[in-house]
């Protein structure tokens, strides 16, 4: 009986401490309307949150930590995205940390620019908003391997 107590606390203790220690992350990224007029800027919030009981850190692979990609959903093929903006990256290895409960917010504005073919409005039609938080160890290309990465859509029309 002594060693089946011993047990079941050893088993209490250990699981109340990987509870306390384990990261627990929210990351999103939303925009301030799902609809926007051609032209009319579009603001995109990005969200990591950290829902544990301790401060938690993490090494992005870029210096912000936070890339977005914006891509063009064909509407005869919805599977077929064509990359049109992307925000501006550094990369430079860095570490974050964030609070119990705190959140690491970013803001970006999208002015419906095509950063390949700036001289051509874009087009009407449905967007695809990728944000990401590039790992730090991996060589793959930016987006390839991220520690976070969340998306939502958007719809622009011609009023």
Do not use: C
């Amino acid at each position: 009986m002594l060693t089946f107590s011993v047990i079941i606390i050893a088993l209490a203790v250990t699981s109340s401490f990987w509870i306390l220690i384990t990261p627990k992350w929210s990351f999103s990224v939303v925009t301030d309307k799902t609809t926007y007029a051609h032209g009319e800027n579009v603001k995109i919030t990005v969200s990591l949150k950290n829902l544990g009981f301790i401060t938690h850190s993490f090494k992005s692979r870029v210096s912000d930590p936070v890339v977005i990609s914006i891509e063009y959903q064909y509407t005869e093929d919805p599977t077929v995205r064509s990359q049109v903006w992307y925000s501006p990256f550094h990369i430079d290895i860095t570490e974050f940390s964030v609070g119990p409960n705190e959140s690491f917010e970013r803001n970006f504005v999208w002015n419906q620019t095509n950063v390949y073919l700036p001289e051509r409005e874009i087009e009407l039609g449905g967007y695809y908003i990728e944000a990401m938080i590039p790992s730090a160890d991996s060589t793959m290309p930016i987006g390839a391997d991220n520690l976070f990465w969340s998306w939502t859509s958007i719809n622009i029309t011609s009023t």
